[in-house]
């Protein structure tokens, strides 16, 4: 059975979704886990660290910072695909590029057709703007 980490927002509430077609369709693993957190988990971290008086820099060496980062790195390192449902913010896309810096095949389903084309898409293994097509593409490559 293959692992596929799906990456995206917090912000996002079709993840789940995606996340259950996708494993329905293809019988293997799919890690959203780390949409638990919520949609604004990232806002009360900072608010919090902020209240404390803590910097940025500090407050990345916290506790809570490095308890979610060493959670997200541990599903990272064991998954085999990364999948990238966009919009998706900035840690998203450092996720993806260090899924694809590792060797890892690594998909983008875009919600839409990009106002601003990005050259740099072509590190993915390749894009889709259909659930179905992405699920026929997972299908022939975890089997």
Do not use: C
Not at 18 to 37: L, M, P, Q, R, S
């Amino acid at each position: 059975m293959a692992v596929i980490y799906l990456i995206g927002s917090l912000r996002n509430p079709i993840i789940p979704e995606i996340a259950n077609k996708i494993e329905k369709a293809t019988g293997h693993e799919v890690f959203d886990d780390w949409f638990a957190a919520g949609p604004i988990a990232d806002d009360s971290w900072q608010a919090y660290e902020t209240h404390r008086g803590t910097s940025y820099d500090k407050a990345l060496q916290g506790y809570a910072a490095q308890h979610v980062y060493k959670f997200d790195l541990h599903h990272l390192h064991r998954a085999d695909i990364g999948l990238l449902v966009l919009p998706a913010g900035k840690s998203g896309h450092l996720e993806f590029g260090w899924m694809i810096g590792k060797g890892k095949p690594g998909y983008i389903l875009f919600d839409k057709e990009p106002e601003r084309w990005d050259v740099m898409n072509n590190f993915a293994t390749k894009v889709f703007f259909s659930l179905d097509d992405l699920i026929k593409e997972l299908k022939n490559e975890i089997s």
